[in-house]
């Protein structure tokens, strides 16, 4: 028979759930931010890019050979631009995933009981939840 915890361990358990709690809802606004700022970034540039293009399609009859080589190099600036930010909008996302693997990695270090104690609990209501037909 196992022996119930007394309400100090309880207390502890439940104290380091609420912080365990608090770090991953501080780690989900950060990725629902940073998928934001991505998401308003690439659509952006897709808008300035299909302007860009829109213009150039209009102008592609009055175009000299000149004038195809500058749209060239627009559409060629344009889609180097679109890539540095999308290559800036994944560093950003990948920044805050590693703090935030590296704050619970912090504190599964510093209480290693109640985080084991925490994921068990954790795994046991998801088991329940996921057996339910």
Same mark, same amino acid.
């Given at each position: 028979m196992l022996?119930?915890?007394d309400p100090r361990s309880?207390?502890? *358990?439940?104290d380091g759930m609420e912080s365990v709690s608090e770090q991953v809802e501080?780690?989900?606004?950060?990725?629902?931010n940073a998928a934001s700022n991505i998401k308003a970034n690439i659509q952006s540039e897709s808008e300035r890019f299909q302007e860009d293009l829109k213009d150039l399609k209009e102008k592609v009859v009055d175009?000299?050979?000149t004038g195809i080589s500058v749209?060239?190099?627009t559409i060629s600036s344009n889609i180097e631009s679109a890539r540095e930010k999308a290559n800036q909008a994944a560093h950003c996302a990948?920044?805050?995933?590693e703090k935030s *693997?590296?704050?619970?990695?912090?504190?599964v270090k510093e209480k290693p009981y109640q985080a084991l104690g925490i994921a068990l609990g954790i795994g046991f209501v998801?088991?329940?939840l996921l057996s339910r037909k």
């Open positions: 022996n119930t915890p309880q207390k502890k *358990l439940k501080v780690s989900k606004e950060d990725f629902v175009l000299s050979s749209a060239r190099q990948m920044d805050h995933a *693997l590296e704050s619970t990695g912090q504190y998801l088991g329940k």
